[in-house]
Nanobody, 117 residues
Framework: VQLQASGGGLVQPGGSLRLSCAASGMIWSVFVGSQMRWHRQASGKQRELVAELTSSGTTNYQDSVKGRFTISKDNAKKTVYLQMNSMEPEDTAVYYC?????????WGQGTQVTVSS
């Protein structure tokens, strides 16, 4: 299984980005039944959970991104997304996607997001 993250880049404060994470080498039913998460790690800080999407469709967000970020997925494309709006300099970090099958997890390679004017 491989997770390919993309969509990072440089954005001005108040701007938007959409991250994508495409899963390959995974059968469709396993993708559908997995928990999807986005984490981030800022320079000099520990990795933190940003957003989670359970297999039943429940979403959970870190308090600092509630109302600004939205996690979603497209089962047909086996892709999970993170829509980030009203971005702030504090959102600058490397973002990682994570797929949890329950008994094992998979991680993407990370994509850099920089929020700066």
């Amino acid at each position: 299984v491989q997770l390919q993250a993309s969509g990072g880049g440089l954005v001005q404060p108040g701007g938007s980005l959409r991250l994508s994470c495409a899963a390959s080498g995974m059968i469709w039913s396993v993708f559908v039944g997995s928990q999807m998460r986005w984490h981030r790690q800022a320079s000099g800080k520990q990795r933190e959970l940003v957003a989670e999407l359970t297999s039943s469709g429940t979403t959970n967000y870190q308090d600092s991104v509630k109302g600004r970020f939205t996690i979603s997925k497209d089962n047909a494309k086996k892709t999970v997304y993170l829509q980030m709006n009203s971005m702030e300099p504090e959102d600058t970090a490397v973002y990682y996607c994570n797929l949890d099958e329950g008994y094992r997890e998979h991680w993407g390679q990370g994509t850099q997001v920089t929020v700066s004017s």
